[in-house]
C-alpha cells in the first residue's frame, strides 16, 4: 500500500471522512411508498454490480485511508446470494472498527446465525409500522410476522447490540405509530428511531408538507412519556432520548428539519461501484470502471481523494434549487 494512501480522508470544508455505506445491490423484496413505485424499478445487470472482491479491495483502500465505520445497505443486502461471505471478508479486515448491517429483516430469520457467525457488529431493522394492515400499506408486503420473527433471531445473539429498529416518519401515517413504537422501545431492548422522509423517492412525489420532523414526533410521546435527550456523540445522525419514567431510548433523525451537515463524516459506494459523497449528490465518481481497467490502488486512492475532496457542504433540501437526486434511496444505499 502506498504512503498517500495512509493518509486520512478529508473533505474541502477540513472534515474527517470515516464513515462509510456499501450498497451491495440495487434490488429489493419489498416495494416501500417512500423509496420506489409499486411496480418497482429496473434493476442493474448482475455484471454492473461489483463482485465481492472487487467490494474487498476498496473497502481494504479506503479503511488504509482512515475509514473505520462500515455500513451494509442495499436495496436489500440479504438478496444478494452468499451475503454472510462478503460480511466474513470485510469483518477480517484490520482497521474496521464497527461493521453494521441495515436490513428490511424479511431475510433475518433465515441469516441472523450466519450473519452473527462471519462476524457483523450491529443490524438496524426498518419497520414503518407494528401493524399488519399499515405495515402491508406502507412497503406493499404481508410481512410483518416475518420481520418480526427475524428481529427476535437477531437479537438472540448477546454480542451484536445495539439492536435499532428504524421507521420512516410521513406525515397522515406515522402520527399514529408513534406511541406504539414508544411502548415498544419500552418493553423491548430495541432502540426505536424515527428518519424524516426524504427527497429520494421513486415516484418523485417528494413535498416539504409530507415531513413530519422529529421534534413534532417526540412532542406526541413525551405527552404521555417524559423524555430526557442523551449526549450527542460527534458526526452522529440521531438525537436519542431516554424515557424518564422507565427503559428504552427513543431516537429522531432529522435531516430535513435539522440537518447535521456540519460534522457530516460519511461517503457512499453504490452496487455499481459509484463514490457519492451526499446521499443527495447530483455527481457520482466512477471507481469500478478504474479497477476493472486495472488501475493500481495509488490510482484509485487519488480518484477517491479527489472525489471527496469535493464533499458538498450541506444537501440543501428546502433551499432555492434544491433538485432531487435521479437515483432514489434503493438505488443509492441508505
Not at 132 to 152: E, N
Not at 262 to 283: E, H, M, Q, V
Not at 314 to 334: L, N
Amino acid at each position: 500500500m502506498n504512503r498517500e494512501a495512509e493518509t486520512p480522508l478529508h473533505d474541502g470544508h477540513g472534515r474527517r471522512i470515516s464513515d462509510l455505506r456499501v450498497s451491495v445491490t440495487d434490488r429489493c423484496n419489498f416495494r416501500c411508498q417512500y423509496c420506489m413505485p409499486a411496480e418497482g424499478l429496473p434493476w442493474l445487470e448482475r455484471s454492473e454490480i461489483l463482485t465481492y472482491e472487487e467490494i474487498e479491495r476498496l473497502l481494504r483502500l479506503l479503511v488504509s485511508m482512515g475509514i473505520e465505520d462500515v455500513r451494509l445497505t442495499g436495496g436489500e443486502p440479504l438478496v444478494r446470494r452468499d451475503f454472510p461471505v462478503l460480511v466474513a471478508k470485510l469483518a477480517a479486515i484490520e482497521g474496521i472498527k464497527d461493521l453494521s448491517l441495515t436490513t428490511n429483516g424479511y431475510l433475518l430469520e433465515r441469516d441472523a446465525d450466519a450473519l452473527e457467525a462471519a462476524g457483523i457488529g450491529r443490524v438496524n431493522v426498518s419497520i414503518d409500522s407494528l401493524q399488519r394492515d399499515r405495515f402491508f400499506h406502507i412497503t406493499r408486503r404481508d410481512a410483518l410476522p416475518r420481520v418480526l420473527r427475524g428481529l427476535d433471531a437477531i437479537a438472540r445473539h448477546p454480542r451484536l447490540r445495539p439492536i435499532k429498529v428504524n421507521a420512516v416518519a410521513m406525515r397522515g401515517f406515522t402520527e399514529d405509530e408513534a406511541l406504539r413504537f414508544a411502548d415498544f422501545a419500552r418493553r423491548t431492548e430495541f432502540q426505536v428511531r424515527f428518519i424524516e422522509f426524504m427527497p429520494l423517492d421513486g415516484d418523485h412525489a417528494w413535498e416539504p408538507d409530507a415531513v413530519l420532523s422529529g421534534e413534532e414526533l417526540r412532542r406526541l410521546i413525551e405527552a404521555v412519556h417524559p423524555l430526557e435527550e442523551l449526549p450527542r456523540e460527534p458526526s452522529a445522525t440521531a438525537r436519542v432520548f431516554r424515557f424518564r419514567d422507565g427503559p428504552g431510548e427513543i431516537g429522531f433523525i432529522n435531516p430535513v428539519s435539522e440537518p447535521f451537515c456540519a460534522d457530516c463524516n460519511r461517503i457512499r459506494l453504490t452496487a455499481d461501484g459509484k463514490l457519492r459523497t451526499c446521499l443527495f449528490s447530483l455527481y457520482e465518481t466512477d471507481l469500478r470502471g478504474p479497477l476493472r481497467d486495472g488501475a493500481s490502488d495509488a490510482e484509485v486512492a487519488e480518484t477517491i481523494r479527489d472525489a471527496v475532496w469535493r464533499k458538498e457542504l450541506k444537501h440543501r433540501i428546502g433551499q432555492p434549487g434544491f433538485r432531487q437526486p435521479a437515483r432514489t434511496m434503493s438505488a443509492i444505499g441508505g
